[in-house]
């Protein structure tokens, strides 16, 4: 995809309410994150994809979250794309950038290059937990991988979880900018309607694998209002969602002109990781007592490496205690 210049709301969050229904969301735009992201270790084409994907879905999931906390995706699977991992940490104090990292583990011996990218990471579980800090117990759902998709996956999770109807629309992908090198680019929209009832069913829902649908949480009313928003998002093409041609809130008044959109404070993003030799060091401490022995060069140095941003640490054993090198 060839693009004009690059604009201003890159690596932002916007998100809004339409005021003629109860609906809300939030349209995101990832470009240099995503990009210093998927860069740190050479990962596959269809792990980029997956790792792309749930990126982007923790910006669009995470801006809900308070200043200050933490907000993880995970996939876990027994495929050969065996791990997918996201961290959101919500602004230090508002009007700041919130940060953002993510990594994958996988078999490439195991990977399918032409293969769907979900399919890589076979049967397992779709997980978000939130961190709120200061001593709390953090809460986490689980939903299983169904749906052909993460997003499909993350709309599972609000309708089991929270008894939310939720509609992801995504796109992402290398493009070029005249002048510029190729980069990653990722763009979507997120899409929630407030319930007006709880749950009826009895013997599970009407979704993949009998999970709950917003048929089963939503009134007809509600449920018909629901179904036209969704069918406007439908409009938008790859292009409208990844940008940068079109600014997010010009894309709100494309697609929902008659319903009202009010569009609230941008959110910027950036990655950023919170590795330390000093929790390096904690991480050391947790290890089985036969993980160091892997871990260890021939000159005796115990390394770490962290692998959202690809800090190398070494540790020298000196009683009473570990001295660290960060290199």
Not at 37 to 66: D, M, N, W
Not at 101 to 110: H, I, L, P, Q, V
Not at 198 to 219: C, K, Q, V
């Amino acid at each position: 995809m060839n693009f004009g210049s690059s604009p201003g709301w890159d690596d932002t969050v916007l998100p809004f309410q339409l005021d003629r229904t109860a609906t809300r969301g939030r349209v995101a735009r990832l470009r240099g994150a995503l990009q210093h992201i998927l860069s740190q270790h050479g990962y596959p084409e269809v792990i980029e994809s997956l790792l792309a994907e749930a990126t982007l879905l923790t910006v669009l999931i995470g801006q809900a979250i308070r200043t200050s906390w933490k907000l993880s995706l995970q996939v876990r699977g027994n495929g050969p794309a065996r791990l997918i991992a996201t961290d959101y940490f919500g602004p230090a104090e508002d009007g700041s950038p919130a940060k953002i990292r993510a990594y994958a583990g996988f078999d490439e011996t195991r990977l399918d290059p032409d293969g769907d990218a979900f399919t890589q990471a076979g049967s397992g579980c779709f997980s978000i937990m939130i961190d709120q800090g200061g001593g709390t117990a953090p809460y986490q759902g689980i939903t299983p991988l169904a749906g052909g998709s993460l997003a499909a996956c993350a709309e599972n999770y609000f309708a089991q979880s929270e008894q939310l109807p939720t509609r992801f629309a995504l796109a992402f992908g290398r493009t070029q900018i005249p002048e510029e090198e190729v980069h990653w680019r990722a763009g979507g929209v997120m899409l929630q309607q407030m319930p007006d009832s709880r749950p009826r069913t009895e013997d599970g829902g009407s979704g993949t694998r009998n999970l709950t649908a917003p048929p089963d949480i939503l009134d007809r009313a509600t449920a018909e209002t629901w179904n036209r928003v969704n069918l406007l998002l439908d409009a938008a093409d790859e292009i409208d969602l990844i940008g940068p041609s079109v600014a997010p809130a010009d894309l709100l008044v494309r697609l929902f002109r008659a319903d009202g959109p009010r569009a609230y404070r941008v959110q910027p993003v950036e990655f950023g990781c919170t590795c330390t030799k000093e929790r390096a060091r904690t991480s050391l401490s947790l290890c089985s007592t036969e993980d160091p022995a892997t871990m260890t060069t021939d000159e005796g140095v115990v390394t770490v490496d962290c692998q959202f941003c690809g800090a190398h640490y070494e540790f020298e054993p000196i009683a009473p205690g570990i001295e660290a090198r960060h290199g």
